[in-house]
């Protein structure tokens, strides 16, 4: 391939595509899941092609960017999220011709394109791991992974005590060449993704390489998976205990969020600076505290880290006025934006998270109450979007989707859900393709079917039933997005001024701006704080006072 087939943006204030100098300080990101998002060869599965076609939708909504969950060649063991091959396309989404096509339409109307990265684990089908199964024990490839002996007499038990994330433990042990049985390898996800082993100078060598291939592409960023294991505690300690998930984070863990892994990202980010427009890296960082993920983004290391701390806040004024200050106060000292999130392809949406009570936590298999999760939720899509920082909105979100909660057995994918004692394993019910438009087999996604069943109804929450509808979710996140982009005191920031209103309400103001929140099942009167620009329900003011509906946002000019 020729190198730099998409010029990226400057960056600039003055380029053509009118963005700004830092433009992820306050950039909306719009999370695809190319499987299911568009299908553009009607094969039944999201493609490259199919999210080309619908960039011109996502340019309307009024998004920065978007972000590409992983395409790479793939045995598709977890969801492309064991990679084989990190410089190829796998066919099922398309070829590298597809992505550069992808990325010059993008810049071409002003998104930019950010991809994952999956630097954690490979596939057990990529050539390296290949090989060292093949060569045998002392094969100088076992040294980028974790291979180790077993415990026992003859190496029967695993080298230590750590779970994986998807159930059971977290070592699988090989055959020799000869037959016989064999050393273990360590992966912290399924058995078909070993864990690099970043102490080896070639894993890092690879990735640099990795890097620059993508950012010759032309991709604006990197969203980087398991940001945080990417370095394990020295001599793999056992970590004394059992139902390990559940420590998961409320401490440090020998295999998560190890100091180690801030040198590898400090490398990173001199190669980012080397290229124009801007070039940014995302932490999918799971820590125990807002305080050490503003670890991950120091000026010299990555540019903003995900705050899942928000996103697992449940609907509760307290709650979030706590996350809020304290993802805020996190990020003022290094200097970073504040993310916030609601959804994305791992957790339940919040559509029918807030629809469930509270405490159920992130992945939850009954759908509640739609009416009441919908109107929470789109209360918490305009608080969102209010506070100062960088917003993400995964696919679909915008449409007020559920998660799909009766999927039967036999159709769901998730490797997770056929493993005992790991995650939950329900995670298809966000991952069920989005309704493009009210009739046809797949509801718009492609000429030939859904990978994933999709509901019955689904197309009268499509694009095409809710664009131009008074009222609808998707008028309300293009109205907001455009308000937020238009309003001299939204987007970034690193504050918030806090105004005294009853319990269960908040409310805060940024310049020439007031966001109040009415999170209780009740309406409350409260005095009008100005014009209003937009609200999440119906709001009508009576002279100095006006009733905030339940579980409803309203946005103030001032």
């Given amino acids: 391939m020729t190198q730099h087939l998409a010029a990226p943006s400057t960056g600039t204030s003055d380029d053509a595509a009118g963005h700004r100098t830092g433009w992820w300080q306050d950039a909306v990101i719009y999370q695809v899941y190319p499987r299911s998002f568009a299908d553009g060869n009607g094969d039944g599965m999201g493609d490259l092609a199919g999210v080309r076609g619908r960039l011109p939708y996502l340019k309307q ?55 994952d990265l999956v630097p954690n684990h490979s596939s057990d089908q990529h050539e390296w791991f290949k090989r060292a199964l093949t060569e045998g024990p002392g094969s100088a490839l076992r040294d980028r992974y974790h291979f180790r002996a077993g415990k026992g007499a003859d190496g029967e038990l695993p080298p230590n005590d ?9 070592w699988t042990r090989t055959a020799n060449p000869d037959g016989t049985p064999g050393e273990w390898y360590l992966h912290l996800f399924a058995p078909e993704q070993p864990d690099f082993n970043w102490e080896h100078p070639a894993v890092a060598d690879e990735f640099r390489s990795i890097l620059r291939f993508w950012l010759d592409m032309g991709v604006d960023g ?31 863990m020998p295999f998560f969020d190890q100091d180690g892994v801030h040198e590898i990202y400090r490398s990173w980010r001199t190669i980012l600076d080397e290229y124009p427009g801007d070039r940014i890296a995302v932490a999918e960082a799971w820590t125990p505290t807002v305080e050490r993920t503003a670890n991950y983004v120091r000026h010299d290391e990555m540019h903003q880290a995900f705050n899942f701390q928000y996103l697992a806040t449940a609907w509760d004024a307290a709650a979030l006025r706590e996350v809020i200050d304290s993802s805020l106060d996190a990020m003022r000292p290094v200097g970073a934006p504040t993310t916030w999130v609601l959804s994305n392809h791992d957790v339940t949406r919040h559509a029918t998270r807030f629809a469930n009570p509270a405490g159920l936590g992130t992945q ?20 969102m979007l209010a506070l100062p920082g960088s917003a993400y909105v995964y696919q679909g979100e915008e449409l007020g989707l559920p998660d799909v909660t009766d999927l039967p057995d036999e159709a769901r994918q998730d490797p997770s859900f056929f493993r005992a004692e790991g995650q939950d394993g329900f995670r298809d019910g966000c991952r069920v393709p989005i309704p493009w438009t009210r009739e046809g087999s797949s509801y718009g996604f492609g000429a030939g079917g859904s990978w994933l069943p999709q509901p019955t109804g689904w197309g009268e929450l499509s694009v095409e039933a809710q664009t131009g509808a008074a009222g609808s979710t998707l008028e309300l996140y293009r109205a907001a997005i455009a308000a937020r982009r238009a309003h001299p005191g939204l987007g970034a920031g690193a504050d918030v001024r ?23 099942g009740a309406p409350v009167r409260i005095p009008v704080q100005g014009t209003v620009l937009l609200s999440s329900a119906p709001v009508e003011a009576d002279g100095d006072t006006v009733e905030l509906p339940a579980d409803t946002t309203v946005w103030w000019t001032v």
């Fill in 498 to 520: 806090w105004l005294d209103v009853p319990e269960g309400l908040l409310a805060f103001a940024r310049p020439g701006f007031v966001c109040t929140v009415n999170t209780t």
């Fill in 222 to 252: 990197f969203r980087v998976d398991v940001a945080h294991g990417l370095v394990k505690a020295e001599g793999l300690p056992d970590l004394g205990t059992h139902d390990q998930l559940k420590l998961l984070g409320n401490d440090v």
């Fill in 364 to 383: 939850i298999r009954t759908p509640g109450d739609r009416e009441l999760g919908l109107r929470r939720a789109r209360a918490a899509s305009l608080l």
């Fill in 162 to 170: 750590w779970e994986s994330i998807f159930g059971g433990p977290a």
């Fill in 61 to 115: 909504l009024g998004v920065d960017a978007v972000w590409l969950s992983p395409f790479y060649a793939s045995p598709q063991a977890d969801a492309g999220y064991d990679v084989a091959d990190y410089r190829a396309i796998d066919p099922m989404f398309g070829s590298l011709l597809d992505a550069d096509a992808l990325i010059r339409d993008a810049h071409e109307l002003g998104l930019r394109i950010i991809v």
